[in-house]
């Protein structure tokens, strides 16, 4: 039993020396040697446990470490999440990628280190995203709203932004007049993306199709 967690330890280690490396050093210099400092054990333990570099970096990508789950976009209570008209989903979605990519400062390093050392290790991650991709895409296809390309497109465009705008904000306090660092700035961007989500996706429930009675007042 002991064994069982000591190895448990040790590979967390080197799942967080990853994320270290890769964050001070970037690509360029990341490798089983690197890592294994980092971690302060052997590096026959990295082959042993992960069975080399690609591996382990395909672990740490899907550890959650670097990118949130699809899962963790839907929070404590996944149904009530699916359950919500698609409008609120889709707001819930963005509230809680913006926090978890807050909350990964490690995670913007590395996103702004591949931008310009793109390589097989950077693809790696890549892939890993993409099919995070696929998976929140699922989020937002029901019957009222099947997938289409324009919601694609645009949902592609938010998490962009999103990324460019965390990843600037490493430097760069404001953009268009947004502080990009507060939570305040956040909030109102959140509620920009509110106020789109609700014109993308009206509420399709018969009380919402009913035509609106005026009101007119008293006869004479």
Do not use: C
């Not at 690197?34 to 069975?51: S, W």
């Not at 929070?75 to 919500?84: F, H, N, S």
């Not at 400062?105 to 991650?125: G, K, M």
């Not at 507060?182 to 920009?192: I, N, V």
């Amino acid at each position: 039993m002991t064994r069982v967690r000591d190895r448990s330890a040790t590979e967390d280690r080197i799942l967080a020396a990853v994320g270290e490396v890769l964050a001070r050093e970037g690509f360029a210099a990341i490798g089983v040697n690197a890592i294994a400092r980092e971690a302060g054990v052997d590096k026959v333990l990295i082959y042993r446990y992960f069975g080399g570099l690609p591996d382990l970096l395909r672990t740490w990508g899907a550890s959650g470490r670097f990118w949130p789950a699809a899962s963790e976009m839907l929070g404590d209570d996944p149904a009530a999440v699916l359950a919500m008209p698609l409008a609120e989903r889709y707001v819930h979605f963005f509230e809680r990628f913006i926090a978890a990519l807050r909350a990964r400062p490690l995670t913007l390093e590395i996103l702004a280190a591949e931008v310009v050392d793109r390589n097989e290790l950077t693809a790696i991650l890549e892939a890993e995203r993409e099919q995070w991709g696929t998976e929140v895409e699922a989020l937002f296809t029901d019957r009222d709203h099947p997938a289409h390309a324009e919601l694609r497109g645009t949902t592609l465009l938010l998490v962009a932004g999103v990324q460019y705008l965390l990843v600037r904000s490493r430097k760069l306090r404001v953009f268009g007049g947004v502080d990009v660092t507060s939570d305040a700035g956040w909030e109102e961007l959140k509620t920009s993306i509110a106020a789109a989500a609700a014109r993308m996706f009206p509420d399709p429930s018969p009380a919402s199709r009913r035509p609106r009675v005026k009101h007119r007042g008293p006869p004479a």
